[in-house]
């Protein structure tokens, strides 16, 4: 069956670095994208980008532009988010989610979730 | 960015009985090319990531109960619980999937009356 297993819990100080990972199994990584969602305490779902493992392109919200890297190991079958210059604010829980196919936006599975504290 | 409004914020339904959660787009998101409206219906208890339960406005997924439905066009949708259970409760979330940033409704909280 479809899994994705994301990395354990994560404690960084501000303006420290995460990089969160997520592997896939039970599927072919490279025919799905891979998106990353966070979700704040008390917020809304937020997309930060996707990444099409097939060819390895990246969309990035405007928000996390200069701030988010998407990247993917398709021998590993994992996708990574790294999140720079952590914030306070950043303390969240970080998803991943397949897309239904190489390119598409609709998500149809999802991570368990990897709680990021960011806290001095 | 497309803005998606949810309402209500919360709502007690006896079980049993119907519950309806709206969502309004600030934008349509029908495609005028295919016909199809991208927007999915998640729902999320608590601990758990969310579990899509309605693509293109309207078609449930795989296991989903039937007393899930979901109806609307353009900018305005409905979900839809037939008859409340129990293993109900949780927050439902909309979003839209037709263009980057893909954005999310503010959630309704389900609960039993």
């Known amino acids: 069956q479809v899994q994705l297993v994301q990395s354990g819990a994560e404690v960084k100080k501000p303006g420290a670095s995460v990089k969160v990972s997520c592997k896939a199994s039970g599927y072919t990584f490279t025919n799905y994208a891979i998106h990353w969602v966070r979700q704040a305490p008390g917020q809304r779902l937020e997309w930060m980008g996707w990444?099409?493992?097939?060819?390895?392109?990246?969309k990035y919200s405007q928000k996390f532009q200069d701030r988010v890297t998407i990247t993917r190991d398709t021998s590993a079958s994992t996708a990574y988010m790294e999140l720079r210059s952590l914030r306070f604010e950043d303390t969240a829980v970080y998803y991943c989610a397949r897309g239904q196919c190489a390119g598409c936006y609709l998500t149809d599975s999802w991570g368990q979730g990897t709680l990021v504290t960011v806290s001095s | 960015d497309f803005v998606m409004t949810q309402s209500p914020d919360s709502l007690a339904v006896s079980l049993g009985e119907r519950a309806s959660i709206n969502c309004r787009s600030s934008q349509s998101i029908l495609s005028t090319s295919n016909n199809k409206n991208y927007l999915a219906w998640f729902q999320q208890k608590p601990g758990q990531p969310p579990k899509l339960l309605i693509s293109?406005?309207?078609t449930r997924e795989s296991g989903v109960p039937d007393r899930f439905s979901a109806s609307g066009s353009g900018t305005d949708f409905t979900l839809t619980i037939s008859s409340l259970q129990a293993e109900d409760v949780a927050v439902y979330y909309c979003?839209?999937?037709?263009?980057?940033?893909?954005?999310f409704g503010g959630g309704t909280k389900v609960e039993i009356k």
């Open positions: 293109w406005a309207s």
């Open positions: 979003q839209h999937y037709y263009s980057a940033p893909l954005t």
């Open positions: 990444i099409n493992t097939d060819n390895g392109n990246t």
